[in-house]
Structures are given as C-alpha cells and as structure tokens.
C-alpha cells in the first residue's frame, strides 16, 4: 500500500525557516517524481515543487523560487522542502503528492498519491 | 487569478448528471495532459481522471472526463451525496514550467 506521510509543520514568525519532511513507503520511490502541493485555509490548490527521480530537474512555482528548496534521499525514501523568508502568505496544509505520467512529466503527468498534508502557520 | 478556470460552484439533484468544465490555453490543455481530483471536506485530494479520460482503479465510471481544444469536462452521473466535494482540474503548463490547476469547483447535491 503506497503511504506518504508528512512531518514538520508548525507555527513559524515571519521570516523564519521550517523544514518539511514526506517519509514514501509501498511502492520505489526512486522511480518516481515526487511533488509539494499546498492549499491555504479555505482556498484552492497550488503547486509548490516538483523533484525528478535522480534530483537532476526541479522546478518551483514563481512565489517560492529562491525561498524554498525540494530534495529527496532515495536511499531512506524521502522528501523535504525546506523553506525559508516565510510569509505569512505561505500559511497552508502542505501536501506531499506522487507524481505520475503516462508519456513524460511535460505532457501533462499526475498527482496519483497524496499524504494527509501537514499544516504550516506563519505567524507573529 | 489561477490559469485554469472553473465555475465555482455547481449543483444537481441526486441522481442527476453533472458537467464541470476547466478552460486554459494552447500552453496547457491545448497541448497536455490534463487530470481532476476531487477534495473530500477535510481530506487531501483523491485523484479521479488523468490523462484527460482515465479512471484509476477504484474510482466507478459514473465519473467521466473529456477534452476539446482548450477545455476540458469533467463529467458525473447518478449524483450521489457522498459526491459533495470540491473538484479540481490540473495540468503542466509548457510556458510556465509549472504545474496550475484550476480554482475548484464546490458541487452540491441538492
């Protein structure tokens, strides 16, 4: 049974750092890309991260480039988001999703597998 | 302001069929993949279509999705309560380089 778990949110002030964790289990997590997809209280979805399987290519969305930073260790099946100059705009439930794809990730791949996302409140 | 767009919100009685749609552009459903999900109230998403019309195992064929051009549907028959969710569509956009999806559609069955 795939299961992705998050861990590490909490209460943050304004300009300072959290560490997001995802520990992967129930299917190779080398194989896949993995992803960070966010939604503040009451709002929609939004990507946040994307990680290919090796690490090579990561991309952000435009709101947390140069702030936040997506990596996996494939050897202990995980995956973190660090993230820093928080605002208080990046208040949300953060989610670790799997993502999947039928051809390449660039022709449209998928979210197929999602944790119980963890929340983060920045905060004075 | 999210790149795709989608109704707030949509009602039907049980029973009844419901459409919802997403519209984007040439950089991403013109040209890509897309997928929809819906969100339980207060559980992550679940995926339910990919690939414009897949249905992943588990999920039944009263839901149904469909692409032309720069929209896509998401279609559901045989409404039931439990079905009361907020639904999204998503895709890669090739010009952003980014995942978007839409703004969420709230369906109620009345």
């Known amino acids: 049974e795939v299961q992705l778990v998050e861990s590490g949110g909490g209460l943050v002030q304004p300009g300072g750092s959290l560490r997001l964790s995802c520990a992967a289990s129930?299917?190779?997590?080398?194989?896949?890309?993995m992803s960070w997809v966010r939604q503040a209280p009451g709002k929609g979805l939004e990507w946040v991260a994307n990680?290919?399987?090796?690490?090579?290519?990561?991309y952000y969305v435009d709101s947390v480039k140069g702030r936040f930073t997506i990596s996996r260790d494939n050897a202990k099946d995980s995956l973190s988001l660090q993230m820093h100059s928080l605002r208080a705009e990046d208040t949300a439930v953060y989610y670790c999703?799997?993502?999947?794809?039928?051809?390449?990730?660039?022709?449209?791949?998928?979210?197929?597998?999602w944790g119980q996302g963890t929340l983060v409140t920045v905060s004075s | 302001q999210s790149v795709l767009t989608q109704p707030p919100s949509v009602s039907a009685a049980p029973g009844q069929k419901v459409t919802i749609s997403c519209s984007g552009s040439?950089?991403?459903?013109?040209?890509?993949?897309i997928s929809w999900y819906q969100q339980l109230p207060g559980t992550a998403p679940k995926l339910l279509i990919y690939?414009?019309?897949k249905r992943p195992s588990g999920i039944p064929d009263r839901f149904s999705g469909s692409k032309s051009g720069m929209s896509a549907t998401l279609g559901i028959t045989g409404l039931q309560t439990g079905d009361e969710a907020d639904y999204y569509c998503?895709?890669?956009?090739?010009?952003?380089?980014?995942?978007?999806f839409g703004g969420g559609t709230k369906l109620t069955v009345l």
């Open positions: 040439s950089s991403n459903i013109g040209n890509n993949y």
């Open positions: 999703a799997r993502a999947e794809y039928t051809s390449t990730w660039y022709d449209g791949g998928y979210f197929d597998y």
């Open positions: 998503g895709t890669w956009d090739s010009s952003l380089s980014a995942v978007v």
């Open positions: 690939d414009n019309n």
């Open positions: 990680i290919k399987q090796d690490g090579s290519e990561k």
């Open positions: 129930g299917f190779t997590f080398r194989s896949y890309w």
